[in-house]
């Protein structure tokens, strides 16, 4: 069905940190969103870039030259085979995500923290 | 380079309407900014999802058995086939876009909307 989504509320069914929840589905990618708080892990994607647009805090990206921080309203790609380890300074941080369907959140890295069925909300 | 992108500072530089500009690629696709006021065509795409985000005012999709509403801070996903027509109520409204790349904004209609070379800002 075509219909409006309303982001603000699909975040207020969103109750674990680094879950990712899929709100929608276009040309075999995943429009997702995700409250992250803490550290992420190092990970990389082997053939996705991956898109984070940052609704709420400050999201900090660790690349092993640099660091890139994405406070509200402001989006960044991350190319794909390009190290990566998302965190937050502490706060809680709402991200919205695009990447294909396929992928692993933790990319190359199987972990505690990979989620490996993504739930619609 | 791998860097944060501001979204308002990119709608910022958009002087005309109905004329996306790129600030991202990712996955052979685009994401694009756009101001639209008033009209835009009735066309669709034959191959390719579209994702509208509405970041300022309110824009309205109308279908060929009914209109859906998508006021700012709500996104709609239309399916590849399916004839379409943006509009706003007069107001100005700021939309981010994501698509492929090979895409024209215009889908399977040409006329003098259409803008054959989108740009980067």
Redesign the interface.
Known sequence: M???????EKYDKITEYWTPKI?????G?H?KLAKVKGDFLWHSHDN????F?VYKGTLYIE?RDKT????E???????KG?EHRPYTNGEEVWIML???KEILHTGNVIDEKTVTNLEWI
């Open positions: 075509i219909t409006n989504i309303n982001i603000r709100i929608g589905e276009l040309n990618q429009v996705e870039d991956e898109l647009i690349f890139v921080t994405v406070p309203g402001q989006l960044i790609i991350v190319p390009v695009l990447e294909p």
